[in-house]
């Protein structure tokens, strides 16, 4: 495959490295750096920041889905590093390894070349690139990255909106019309930069999602079983969900699968994430288990592409953004959800054994318009996990109020996103 290798190599030594819309993630400094998130939300472009920032000498990158290298194994790794000798004289220094998952036994040919004292940046679309699932085969010598679509700053700066306008007054209008554009149809980098295809793009990252990352990769064979259930959970989003229900409705639907089946499904959805679970908060872990989960979706405009009936819920759209946003920013915490009798609080964040915040989600312009519930739910929650730090997070609504001696902060979303 050595040909195959000088090939990519030579033809990257060609390629212009394009403009960048600077991300708000940093790659740390580290030998082993695994860059990990769904398809096409920005990881190969963070590999040619890094790249820009060395200078492409003694870095050699490799793209492992590009044609002629698909069925590639670690064995080939020496050919990658002979390939690259034989065209510059001279072994690289950094490699930028991109959707290194689809190489057979990656970790054991990573393994090698970190022992021989290679640095190396690797990219992929399986949360078994995640530092803590590859622990095992590189004995926690990884760190790793996630990486999300935009964030609001990111999707704004993309669109070439000025920060400091963003406090300003007259600006708010506009603010508000991206808002409500982020919002509807998400913030993967090429539907943001290309909208006039943002319909063609979004079809397309769905597709590479279910048939490449999931159906290919794990070689399933009861696609439309898969392809139901997949519509089911991405429609039910920022609600609840149980394998059991989800069954039933399968069932009830005429597709005979078993628990254990729709179990390995949504772990299927979960590793190349599509989706992300919520467990509600419990003190004992065991209870954690046997209680229903809430389900977010990784980007809002692929929600409607594989749900077909999707109506607009402003509420349900925000919270997901909101759980996204919690998930790039708070890399350390778990988040819950609380429930009660009292009512459900949307998200606890935990960090070591400490409730670290309680927040609440609401789609409400005016005081008025904020569901005494929700609050009376924050205030139990606050009681019972010995929380004082309670947010409320709302459409476009400020303030801050007392309640029983507790302080309530109620902020709008955009305010939130961008602070």
Wanted: glycine share 6%.
């Amino acid at each position: 495959m050595k040909e195959e290798f000088k090939a990519a190599i030579a033809e990257f030594e060609k390629y212009e490295l394009p403009d960048l819309v600077e991300r708000e993630i940093e790659i740390p400094e580290h030998n082993l750096v695994t860059i990990v998130g769904p398809r096409r939300s920005g990881k190969t472009y963070l590999l040619y920041q890094k790249i820009k920032e060395m200078g492409k000498k003694d870095c050699l990158f490799i793209n492992f889905e590009r044609g002629n290298l698909i069925g590639a194994s670690a064995k080939n790794f020496n050919d990658m590093i002979t390939a690259y000798q034989e065209l510059y004289g001279e072994k690289p220094k950094n490699l930028f390894l991109d959707e290194i998952q689809v190489v057979k036994d990656w970790p054991i040919g990573i393994r090698e070349l970190y022992d021989r004292g290679y640095r190396i940046f690797l990219t992929g679309s399986s949360s078994k690139l995640l530092s803590k699932e590859i622990a095992t085969q590189l004995r926690g010598r990884a760190i790793g990255v996630f990486v999300f679509p935009f964030s609001f700053k990111e999707f704004l700066r993309a669109k070439r909106f000025e920060e400091d306008k963003f406090s300003i007054y007259t600006e708010r209008g506009v603010l508000l019309k991206m808002l409500n554009e982020y919002i509807e149809k998400g913030g993967f980098p090429e539907t943001v930069l290309k909208p006039h295809l943002h319909q063609d793009l979004l079809i397309s990252i769905k597709d590479g999602v279910f048939y490449k990352d999931i159906v290919e990769r794990f070689k399933v064979k009861k696609i439309k079983t898969l392809e139901f259930l997949t519509k089911v959970l991405v429609s039910n989003f920022s609600s609840y969900y149980t394998y059991s229900k989800l069954q039933n409705i399968l069932t009830s639907s005429g597709i005979k699968i078993s628990k254990n089946t729709v179990i390995e499904f949504v772990k299927m959805l979960e590793d190349v994430f599509l989706i992300f679970s919520v467990e509600k908060f419990e003190r004992k872990v065991k209870e954690t288990i046997k209680t229903q989960k809430k389900v977010y979706v990784v980007d809002n405009g692929l929600i409607k592409f594989f749900s077909p009936r999707f109506s607009t819920d402003w509420g349900k759209l925000m919270e997901n953004v909101v759980f996204l946003e919690l998930k790039r920013r708070f890399k350390n915490c778990e988040i819950y959800y609380f429930s009660a009798l009292s009512g459900e609080v949307d998200f606890v964040l935990k960090e070591g054994l400490k409730i670290k915040q309680l927040i609440q989600v609401t789609y409400a312009s005016g005081k008025d318009e904020i569901e005494k519930r929700e609050i009376k739910a924050l205030l139990k929650a606050s009681e019972e996990l010995k929380c004082k730090d309670l947010l409320v997070i709302t459409w476009d609504y400020e303030d801050e109020i007392k309640v029983k001696n507790k302080r309530i902060v109620f902020k709008p979303l955009w305010k939130w996103l961008l602070s």
